[in-house]
Structure formats: C-alpha cells, structure tokens
C-alpha cells in the first residue's frame, strides 16, 4: 500500500456521461498530481494542486476539470466522456510543491468508455 | 522541452542474465532523473534517482548512474529474477519547483524462469 488512496479502481460508463475520479494523498502530502495513463500517449500529466490551488496544467481537455479540497483529497472529472478517454488514471502526492524527489503513486482508476 | 527516450521493449531475459535499460533524455537546467517500476495491475513505484551529475541510485540490486555528458541514465541489474517482470520508466524532474514528472514510454521486461 503506498498510502495514495483512489476510488473507484474500475469504472465503466458511456459516451456522453460524466463520472468524478477520487484521490486521498499520502498523509502529509500537499501535492496531487493527475495523469492519464493509455497504450498510445503513454503517460500524460493532467494538473497538478498544492495545498488547494491549482498549481499547473498539462494536456488536459476542456472536458476535464480537478479540484483539491480543505483536506487534501483531490476530484477529477471527465465530463462528455468519449471513447478516446478510456485509460487508466493515476493520482500521485508529493511533500513539496515540486518533484525534484519524485512522488508517491496511487493504484489507479482504469475507466473504460463505451 | 524536457524529453526521455528509453529503448524499446519488450525485453525477455532467462533468470539470472544481466539487465540493462537505455535511458537518455533532454532537459533544460539541471534535472533530477528517476526510474519507476509497474507491476501488472498496480500504479507507479520509485525504484531509484539521482539528483545532480555522477550520483548513482540504487535499490533492490538495481542501479543507474547520472551521467551528465552523455545525459542519460541507464538502468542495470547483474542478475534479474522473476519477480522482476514489469514495465519500467524512466523519468525526469527539472528540479526546483517544476511541477511535473516527464516519463518516457517505458520498458515492459520479462523474464523466464
């Protein structure tokens, strides 16, 4: 157990839908990082929050959004689902703000897009 | 940008052969470099870093060594089990605050008993 915590491990839902993606950061992590995690793009970073603000974006759609909350657990959601999106979708926590140790990884939700 | 190529999987090796990964990669400044390691079915795991030029990382027989004028990174073990069939990455840290991790498109190794 790596201590990131994220819900649900599978989901499956149709196109069009929307669907939220929970993590619990490692106790005493600030940071959460999302990435999204398929055979073509291979790892993608999504976004990152520290302490409740949003720190920095990478390739996420319009469609997707996060947030952080008092307590540290972070919410994706994916909304208009399409196909394309089906993946698996990992949270990461870190300490600091930054990545110059790395980061611990949760287990991840594999969505699937039908 | 930042950027890691590492080579082309898959690799399949006989228990006990040598390992070695290939990992180079451009960054501005000085990055951090760092291998993960996924096992079928879990997420990511640190497996070793180094933070500045000629650090070696080490963990579980495994070991890379920071090489700044070559930039690379290569991924070694002298004798694999096993237990060690997974996908590794190689990855980058521009350090200081940057916000990210940059992965190359990972390693799936296989090794027969």
């Known amino acids: 157990d790596s201590g990131v915590t994220q819900t649900p491990k599978h989901l499956i839902t149709a196109t069009g839908q929307r669907v939220t993606l929970r993590c619990s950061p490692r106790?005493?992590?600030?940071?959460v990082y999302w990435y999204q995690q398929s055979l073509d793009q291979g790892l993608q970073f999504l976004i990152q929050?520290?302490?409740?603000?949003?720190?920095a974006k990478g390739n996420i759609l319009e469609r997707f959004s996060a947030q952080q909350f008092p307590d540290l657990h972070s919410e994706l959601n994916l909304s208009s689902l399409e196909l394309g999106d089906s993946a698996l979708y990992f949270c990461?926590?870190?300490?600091?703000?930054?990545?110059?140790?790395?980061?611990?990884f949760g287990s991840g939700t594999r969505l699937t897009v039908v | 940008g930042d950027s890691v190529t590492q080579m082309e999987g898959p690799v399949t090796l006989s228990e006990e052969a040598f390992l070695t990964i290939n990992c180079t990669y451009t960054?501005?400044?000085?990055?951090?470099l760092f291998w993960y390691v996924q096992y079928p079915g879990e997420g990511l795991q640190l497996l070793l870093k180094?933070?500045?030029?000629?650090d070696k990382g080490s963990n579980k027989g495994f070991e890379a060594t920071y090489r700044k004028e070559t930039t690379s990174f290569h991924l070694e073990k002298g004798s694999v089990q096993v237990s060690d069939s997974a996908v590794y990455f190689c990855?980058?840290?521009?350090?200081?605050?940057?916000?990210?991790?940059?992965f190359g498109k990972g390693t799936l190794l296989t090794v027969n008993p």
């Open positions: 180094a933070t500045k030029a000629d």
């Open positions: 990461a926590s870190s300490q600091q703000g930054g990545t110059a140790y790395g980061y611990t």
């Open positions: 990855a980058l840290s521009s350090g200081g605050s940057n916000y990210k991790l940059t």
């Open positions: 960054a501005t400044g000085y990055p951090s």
């Open positions: 106790s005493g992590d600030l940071s």
């Open positions: 929050y520290y302490n409740g603000e949003e720190r």
